[in-house]
């Protein structure tokens, strides 16, 4: 797991920021779908997210994305993370926006803040995302 671990609460906190970030970018077409749930959920379990509790820390992150201000109340702790699990995250972000087959000016936007916010390479984040749209148009 890569939250720490000494802290129940700090881990759920976490993917409640995952989750909230991932919601965000679902959300931020006007359009979230039950496709984009999926990829929030199947994103959460991949970072190591508790099967048994993924439905609650969904409600969690819904309502941490509604209260929330900016999008810096969600990276945060996610800036912190190892690499691989910032571009997972940063791959799911993709897919959620490429599950409708295009990105709006809105999400591509979110996406090149969120580079700088979680120290991502702008290079990077484009490879992430040409792969990821070409994947969504198969």
Same mark, same amino acid.
């Not at 890569?2 to 679902?26: D, M, Q, V």
């Not at 959460?44 to 999008?71: C, H, R, S, V």
């Not at 810096?72 to 087959?101: A, G, Q, R, V, Y």
């Given at each position: 797991?890569?939250?720490?671990?000494?802290?129940?609460? #700090?881990?759920?906190?976490? &993917?409640? /920021?995952?989750?909230?970030? %991932?919601?965000?970018?679902? !959300? =931020?077409?006007?359009?979230? $779908?039950?496709?984009?749930?999926?990829?929030?959920?199947?994103?959460?379990?991949?970072?190591?997210?508790?099967?048994?509790?993924?439905?609650?820390?969904?409600?969690?992150?819904?309502?941490?994305?509604?209260?929330? #201000?900016?999008?810096?109340? &969600?990276? /945060?702790?996610?800036?912190? %993370?190892?690499?691989?699990? !910032? =571009?997972?995250?940063?791959? $799911?972000?993709?897919?959620?926006?490429?599950?409708?087959?295009?990105?709006?000016?809105?999400?591509?936007?979110?996406?090149?803040?969120?580079?700088?916010?979680?120290?991502?390479?702008?290079?990077?984040?484009?490879?992430?995302?040409?792969?990821?749209?070409?994947?969504?148009?198969?």
């Amino acid at each position: 797991m890569f939250f720490n671990k000494k802290k129940e609460n #700090n881990h759920e906190t976490g &993917f409640i /920021k995952i989750g909230a970030l %991932l919601i965000h970018a679902a !959300k =931020i077409d006007e359009n979230y $779908s039950l496709e984009e749930e999926n990829i929030i959920k199947k994103t959460l379990l991949d970072l190591g997210a508790n099967k048994n509790k993924l439905e609650n820390l969904i409600t969690k992150a819904k309502q941490f994305e509604q209260d929330a #201000n900016q999008i810096l109340d &969600f990276t /945060k702790e996610i800036k912190n %993370l190892e690499e691989s699990d !910032k =571009i997972k995250i940063i791959k $799911s972000l993709w897919k959620i926006i490429f599950s409708n087959k295009d990105a709006d000016i809105y999400e591509t936007n979110l996406m090149r803040r969120l580079a700088g916010l979680l120290y991502i390479d702008s290079k990077i984040m484009g490879d992430i995302k040409e792969e990821i749209k070409k994947e969504s148009l198969k």
